[in-house]
Structures are given as structure tokens and as C-alpha cells.
């Protein structure tokens, strides 16, 4: 496994227009989570799946954002109608998770989108 | 809510002198901790790790990392900085999620 993969790596688009990104995470991972990296911030949280049930979203992600894990396996995150301040690195990680262990979180190399 | 504070935005260090990279950590119960860096251009790596046990952990790249706490702090260290050493690093806290702190930049001064 080479570990969790995003496509696209780069993504231009003008304002108004619909972007869709990718996240393969690790095989085996159950868990997977979306962040949003702005420059010089930390990643901040989005959303994660538990296998294919989205059990948590953050305030970030307004109406315009939606994810989705049909399979459990990949995700996809759309960003409707794109603002100039969606623009950002997106990172993808995965863990495996249990009701008594859990792996660190592994990252993709994240998607980055820049709205003109 | 869980939140992390770095409180040092930049940090300069000398190539083979020590460092240590601040973090403070608000979380209700033992909290799960760890410590990423990134370059630039490259995804998040992780370092170290505490989730029980010993409080002072060992990490890849001569890193180690102490939690304490009695100071809800769980700073990073290294004895010798490497130039290759500068990057951003993220502390960060696990709740259902990773909450990350704002990040410190290292720069590695010759």
C-alpha cells in the first residue's frame, strides 16, 4: 500500500464553478477525515466518515461542501459554486480505529485549489 | 472543546544547537497527543506519538517529546538541529478528529 492518495494534486478554477477532489485512503483504514489548510494555519477539521456514515461535520463546512464515502472505501469532497476563499490545500488522512485502539492519522499529500 | 496552543509563530535555531517546540493542550480526559512536521510541498509526517505510558516519547529523527500533565503541555525536543530539520510543525490532540494548534516554523540558521 503506498499510503493515502489525493488527486487531483493541483486544481485552478474560476469563482462559481463546481470542484470535485479524491481521497484513496490506506486499504484497511475505517476512518477518514477531510481538512482544510490555509497558509500559515494548521490543518483545520472538516468532516470524517466511519466507513461509508459521516458521523461528524464542522462549522467550515457550509452549505456548498459535501462529502460523501459511498463504498467506505474512497471519498469525495464537492465544493459548489467556488469562492475566492475556498481557496486552500485540502488534506485527506485515514486511521483505523477500534473501541479499544486507534492509529495515528496518515495523510495525503492534499489537493490544492486556488479560486480566480 | 479541545483546542492546542504554539504559542512561538518562528522560531530561529543554530544547526547543531538544541531545540524545543512549545504546546499546550485542552482536553477533558488523558488525551491522545502528537506531534507532525511538514515541508514545504509535502504532506503532514508524523514524528512522535503519546497515547499512554511513559511520558517522555521517542520519535523518528532524533525528536522526542515530553507530556506533562500537571502543565497540560507536551513539548518537543531535539538535542542537535539539523539544517534539514526546517519545516512547519504541528502539535495536535485527538478528539473524534485531529485538532491541530496554528504550527511553528523552524528556520535553521548556519
Known amino acids: 500500500d503506498t499510503g493515502v492518495s489525493q488527486d487531483p494534486r493541483h486544481k485552478i478554477t474560476k469563482r462559481g464553478q463546481n470542484v470535485t477532489f479524491r481521497c484513496d485512503p490506506i486499504?484497511?483504514?475505517?476512518?477518514l477525515y477531510w481538512y482544510r489548510q490555509t497558509l500559515g494555519q494548521g490543518p483545520e477539521f472538516l468532516t470524517y466518515?466511519?466507513?461509508?456514515?459521516?458521523?461528524?461535520k464542522s462549522r467550515l463546512l457550509s452549505d456548498r461542501f459535501s462529502a460523501e464515502r459511498p463504498k467506505g472505501s474512497f471519498s469525495t469532497l464537492e465544493i459548489q459554486r467556488t469562492e475566492q476563499g475556498d481557496s486552500a490545500m485540502y488534506l485527506c488522512?485515514?486511521?483505523?480505529?477500534?473501541?479499544?485502539?486507534?492509529?495515528?492519522?496518515?495523510f495525503g499529500q492534499g489537493t490544492r485549489l486556488t479560486v480566480v | 472543546a479541545q483546542s492546542v496552543t504554539q504559542p512561538d509563530i518562528h522560531i530561529t535555531v543554530s544547526e547543531g544547537a538544541s531545540l524545543e517546540l512549545r504546546c499546550n493542550y485542552s482536553?477533558?480526559?488523558?488525551?491522545?497527543l502528537f506531534w507532525y512536521v511538514q515541508s514545504p510541498g509535502q504532506g503532514l509526517q508524523l514524528l512522535l506519538k503519546?497515547?499512554?505510558?511513559?511520558?517522555l516519547v521517542q520519535g523518528i529523527k532524533g525528536f522526542e517529546a515530553e507530556f506533562k500533565r500537571s502543565q497540560s503541555s507536551f513539548n518537543l525536543r531535539k538535542p542537535s538541529v539539523h539544517w534539514s530539520d526546517a519545516a512547519e510543525y504541528f502539535c495536535a490532540v485527538a478528539g473524534t478528529a485531529l485538532i491541530f494548534g496554528k504550527g511553528t516554523t523552524l528556520s535553521v540558521s548556519s
Open positions: 488522512a485515514s486511521s483505523l480505529w477500534g473501541a479499544k485502539f486507534s492509529t495515528e492519522a496518515f
Open positions: 466518515f466511519q466507513n461509508e456514515a459521516q458521523l461528524e
Open positions: 482536553y477533558g480526559a488523558t488525551p491522545y
Open positions: 486499504s484497511e483504514h475505517n476512518r
Open positions: 503519546y497515547f499512554s505510558g511513559d511520558t
